[in-house]
Structures are given as structure tokens and as C-alpha cells.
């Protein structure tokens, strides 16, 4: 168990972090704004998960592979570009999203989980990040470091899931406005488009660290 000061001090750098503009942070927001909060909610469940593989990934020492490896680490950052691309191209061809209100063409809670899970784990920044800063809040005179990885990786969780589901209840709001109408609709969808666009470019030329 680590220290309280040290649980202290990790956790309001997390929720600063969190707060921080960064491409989970904006996923969240514009799938909210899309969808409503709730579905912004959900999103940020999905991330959480990944957080969770992150953590995992880093405590069992797996995390070092895409460290050492530029290939992995290209594989991995293409992958979640290509994703994003995915996304955008869903976004722009779609038209009025009335269905939040209407349950036509929603495309559903368990999707929206499955893109916040895939925006995550195919972020290999996440991966190197969670390398480099969790084992800076570790004491190795303690014991264990695993379980300390672990219990910090938990932490960071909740820091994320309470800051991005404020995000997800300020997007919702913007979704009552869009969706008032279908050339609000509209307009939202082409801003989420070039949203996640931006996202694959900078994912993709993020430099290997």
C-alpha cells in the first residue's frame, strides 16, 4: 500500500492531466456532442478500459516492446490512425443523427464503448506515457511494484472517469443545441469529422519517444 502523501500527489497530477486538451479528452466531448451526455458517458468508460490494458500492459513489463520497438510502435500508431480515418468517414457521410431522440439510427451504447476501448489501446503514447510517469510514484522499498502500477493505474482511472464525464455532460449540452434541428445535425457531424481527421494526422506523425 503506498503512502497516502504519495496517493495525494499522484492523484491531483492525474486530474490535472486529465484536464489537459488531448485526444481522449475531445473524443469524449465529440461523441457527447453528437449523442448526448450519456453517450459521452460510455465513451469515457471505454477509454477507462484502455486505461486499464495501459496499466496492466506497464506493470507486467509488456509496454517496453513498443519502447524498444519502432515497429511496434509504428504498427500500433497506424493502426489507431486508420481507426480514426474509419471514424471521420462515418461521420461525414452521416446525416441528421435525430436518432438520439428518435432510436433510429443510433448506433448504440455498446459501439460507443468499443470506440472508446480502440481509440485507447491504439495509442501507443498512452502506452509510453503510462511507462514513464507511473513507476515515478513507486517505492520499491515497499514491495510489490506490480501491485503499485496497478493501484496507480486505478487511480489514474478515476481521476479520467470523473473529469471526462464532466466533459461528457458539457457535450451533451452542445447536443441539445445541434440537435434541434437536421441542419444542426449536420453541422455537428462535419465537425466531428474533421475533429477525429485531426486526430489520425497528429497520431500519425507522433514521434516514437
Known amino acids: 500500500m503506498l503512502p497516502i502523501e504519495t496517493i495525494a500527489q499522484f492523484f491531483a497530477t492525474a486530474l490535472f492531466l486529465a484536464l489537459a486538451p488531448g485526444p481522449d479528452n475531445i ?18 468508460l471505454g477509454l477507462a478500459s484502455g486505461l486499464l490494458v495501459h496499466s496492466t500492459a506497464v506493470a507486467l513489463g509488456v509496454a517496453v516492446i513498443f519502447q524498444n520497438s519502432a515497429l511496434a510502435f509504428t504498427l500500433l500508431k497506424l493502426a489507431g490512425a486508420g481507426y480514426l480515418l474509419y471514424l471521420a468517414w462515418l461521420s461525414w457521410r452521416a446525416g441528421s443523427v435525430r436518432m438520439v431522440t428518435e432510436g433510429q ?39 510489490n511494484v506490480a501491485g503499485q502500477i496497478g493501484q496507480l493505474g486505478g487511480l489514474f482511472i ?5 473529469i471526462f464525464g464532466l466533459v461528457a455532460l458539457l457535450g451533451g449540452r452542445l447536443a441539445q443545441v445541434f440537435n434541434a434541428s437536421p441542419r444542426g445535425q449536420r453541422i455537428m457531424n462535419r465537425i466531428a469529422s474533421c475533429i477525429f481527421l485531426a486526430l489520425a494526422v497528429v497520431l500519425v506523425f507522433s514521434g516514437h519517444v
Do not use: D, E, W
Open 105 to 143: 439510427q443510433f448506433i448504440g451504447y455498446a459501439a460507443l464503448y468499443r470506440r472508446g476501448i480502440i481509440m485507447n489501446i491504439t495509442n501507443p503514447k498512452v502506452t509510453l506515457f503510462f511507462l514513464a510517469f507511473l513507476p515515478q510514484f513507486t517505492q520499491p522499498a515497499l514491495g
Open 27 to 44: 473524443f469524449v466531448l465529440t461523441q457527447s456532442a453528437l449523442y448526448g451526455s450519456r453517450a459521452g458517458l460510455v465513451t469515457t
Open 158 to 162: 478515476l481521476a479520467t472517469l470523473l
